[in-house]
């Protein structure tokens, strides 16, 4: 069984930048497209980015287009959400999710499985 694990959130100032990383063990990670999504306090989850089962195509929310980063290294079984620029709004828990198809075709969370239990991200003004 899949089982994703988020890790490299922290406590980051205005325009700074964090890696996230999502592992993956019980299964290959290559069989699966991942999606990012976050959670803000009081507000429902919403998709961040997206990449495909090769990591050939990749998908960006509007809020974090130009400042967020998806890529995945299928070899060390890991998906990474490199974000710079980072504002306050960008504050949430952070989480990862496999889709299984080859490509993501949109943020659908009921189409995503094996959440993994998230990461924190906070940016101070």
């Known amino acids: 069984q899949l089982q994703l694990v988020e890790s490299g959130g922290g406590l980051v100032q205005f325009g700074g930048s964090l890696r996230l990383s999502c592992a993956a063990s019980?299964?290959?990670?290559?069989?699966?497209?991942i999606g990012w999504f976050r959670q803000a306090p009081g507000k429902e989850r919403e998709g961040v980015s997206c990449?495909?089962?090769?990591?050939?195509?990749?998908n960006y929310a509007d809020p974090v287009k130009g400042r967020f980063t998806i890529s995945r290294d299928n070899a060390k079984n890991t998906v990474y959400l490199q974000m710079n620029s980072l504002k306050p709004e960008d504050t949430a828990i952070y989480y990862c999710?496999?889709?299984?198809?080859?490509?993501?075709?949109?943020?659908?969370?009921?189409?995503?499985?094996?959440w993994g239990q998230g990461t924190q991200v906070t940016v101070f003004p």
């Open positions: 999710a496999a889709f299984v198809k080859a490509i993501c075709t949109g943020y659908d969370t009921g189409r995503f499985t094996s």
């Open positions: 990449i495909s089962r090769s990591g050939d195509s990749t």
């Open positions: 019980g299964f290959t990670l290559d069989y699966y497209a």
